[in-house]
């Protein structure tokens, strides 16, 4: 696929689009940390199947979209004690990031579809712009960090020191799924390898990843702005998910009306090839059920 790049929110955002451009269009929305290799081409090739034109990008502060290396030092510890004051943006902005991507594609209403952060940013998009999304798909996410938060095990992980080099980022992520993956299915190590080092050779930067984290905490609470949607919503959680565990997904499905919840057995936090199917199907229907 060829990356592009759109100018957004005055900022640029690099993506991907896969399938025809007359299908159903689809947005998908990756995690803290993570770029957009993490949405495997295959379970793209899965949605562009089910009649969808799927598009996957890059956050500000990962990957190829632009980075905030003049902001000021975002003092993590200092969030985790409730001052979010070294914040350089919110969810709000990466959720308007998608939106002016929205517009550099000519979408006017698009399925979203969001993974961990990802999800936090798609509920995001779906209260400050409702009319732009057609369904709402959160997967392992949660409406406040303060739900659903990780086990002293996946914290360990997530807070480990930054790599230094190419060999240990690749190690690193190997160590971090095998703590926070999925104990129900296999973990897919040549891929995860081989997608760790092409995100290390496109852009390695810890200060980005900080940035990002420190927005999820001067967020707040999305719950009452959940409580007041009106799309389609698909909440997907893992039982055995130690990183945003499953009472997030349970918070996230409470709050919006009428969501459908689906737990999957043995699923941590990643996406398992054997579940792409039922994963695939549910936010197919869910956005069969918008068009109706």
């Known amino acids: 696929m060829t990356v592009q790049t759109a100018p957004a929110n005055g900022i640029e955002i690099a993506y991907e689009t896969f399938g025809d451009p007359s299908g159903r269009p689809l947005l998908l929305v990756m995690g803290l940390a993570t770029q957009m290799l993490a949405w495997h081409e295959e379970f793209c090739g899965a949605l562009v199947d089910l009649g969808f034109h799927v598009v996957r990008y890059d956050n500000r502060d990962i990957g190829l979209s632009t980075h905030l290396h003049d902001a000021p030092p975002p003092d993590v510890m200092a969030a985790f004690g409730g001052d979010t004051s070294s914040a350089s943006y919110t969810l709000d902005d990466l959720a308007d990031d998608v939106v002016a991507l929205l517009d550099h594609l000519g979408i006017d209403r698009a399925h979203v579809v969001g993974a961990s952060m990802g999800g936090m940013i798609a509920q995001t998009v779906a209260i400050r712009h409702p009319a732009r999304v057609a369904s709402l798909t959160s997967i392992m996410s949660t409406p406040s960090p303060t739900v659903g938060s990780p ?139 918008a068009a109706k």
């Open 151 to 289: 086990t002293q095990e996946a914290m360990a992980v997530l807070f480990a020191p930054p790599a230094t080099s190419r060999e240990e980022a690749v190690q690193r992520a190997r160590q971090t799924y095998e703590v926070i993956g999925s104990p129900g299915y296999p973990l897919d190590v040549a891929w995860l390898e081989t997608i760790s080092g092409e995100a290390y050779d496109r852009a390695y930067d810890p200060l980005g990843v900080a940035r990002q984290l420190l927005a999820i905490h001067a967020s707040g609470d999305r719950t009452p702005g959940l409580r007041e949607l009106a799309v389609p919503t698909l909440v997907v959680h893992g039982d055995a998910d130690p990183l945003v565990q499953v009472a997030g997904g349970h918070a996230t499905a409470e709050a919006v009306p009428a969501a459908e919840l689906l737990v999957l057995e043995g699923m941590g936090h990643n996406l398992p090839r054997e579940l792409w199917p039922q994963i695939t199907e549910a936010i197919a229907k869910v956005a069969d059920r």
